[in-house]
């Protein structure tokens, strides 16, 4: 059962929205304000949430965007529940991140609608990046002894994209971060983590990362600089927290993996 949680002050239409979804064969959860709103994402972590714009004490954009700037619900489909919205209004809950506008009164038909096609569109990117996810697995039998070109690493079938991966390839040996590439190409944190992630699943972090250990590796490999000089130049001025990170994601240090690999070959 796909989870859905409202963030509606209006206590009758709450709970109407609660009941039909309910109905439908949703499970539902149901937040009278911004502040519970965003403890209930947090805590339940739903498949779609669905949330008024006029609120006390926290208002519905304020809602996507601190859910935007957190990983674990930052790839949420989000629509926005209104009385009424202008031009202006809808750019920014666009550039925050919204996925959809739905103005009140609707019909509950329309609301259903709206759930269907955002969640649908959820499946399909998951499937696409499972899919994709095996390719590579099954292209490098051993984690990490196949080190790629640099550039092919970035996809290029999201144009939109482009400008945030050409950044990180340029920018990727110095300690650059989330904010770095949103004031870069122009976007605000929040809305540049929901498109990454919504679009690659991926966020920023995980493209910066995966950059500079694909240098690392290659500069592991075909060349005898010691570990921490490779970290400076991957990004990582401390080598402890290169190495930590090497670990992390290849389960065995820098020097191991080269003694490892150049063996190999």
């Given amino acids: 059962m796909k989870k859905i949680l409202i963030i509606e002050n209006e206590t009758r239409t709450r709970n109407l929205f609660l009941n039909s979804l309910k109905t439908d064969g949703y499970n539902v959860i149901g937040a009278e304000n911004g502040v519970v709103g965003v403890q209930l994402a947090k805590e339940h972590l739903p498949d779609l949430v669905i949330c008024d714009i006029q609120m006390p004490e ?19 489909p989000f629509i926005f529940l209104t009385a009424k919205v202008s031009k202006a209004e809808l750019r920014q809950g666009m550039e925050l991140g919204a996925n959809d506008y739905l103005t009140k009164p ?3 038909e329309e609301l259903l609608r709206a759930i269907a096609i955002q969640l649908e569109k959820q499946t399909v990117l998951k499937q696409w990046y499972s899919t994709e996810s ?81 240098e690392a590796r290659m500069l592991l490999l075909k060349t005898d600089e010691p570990v921490n000089q490779i970290a400076a130049k991957v990004g990582y001025p401390d080598a402890g927290h290169f190495i930590r990170r090497f670990r992390q994601i290849y389960s065995i240090s820098p020097k191991q993996w080269r003694n490892t690999h150049r063996t190999q070959l």
């Fill in 58 to 76: 926290l208002d519905g954009y304020g809602v996507l965007k601190a859910l935007r700037q957190e990983p674990l619900t930052a790839v949420i």
């Fill in 106 to 108: 609707c019909k509950v």
């Fill in 134 to 214: 095996q390719t590579v697995k099954e292209s490098e039998p051993v984690q990490g002894a196949i080190v790629p070109d640099p550039q092919s690493i970035f996809p290029d079938n999201f144009p939109q994209l482009n400008p945030v991966f050409q950044f990180i390839e340029e920018n990727y040996n110095k300690q650059i971060n989330l904010s770095d590439v949103a004031e870069a190409v122009g976007y605000s944190t929040a809305y540049l983590t929901n498109l990454v992630k919504r679009q690659t699943n991926k966020t920023v972090y995980n493209w910066i990362v995966e950059r500079q250990m694909v």
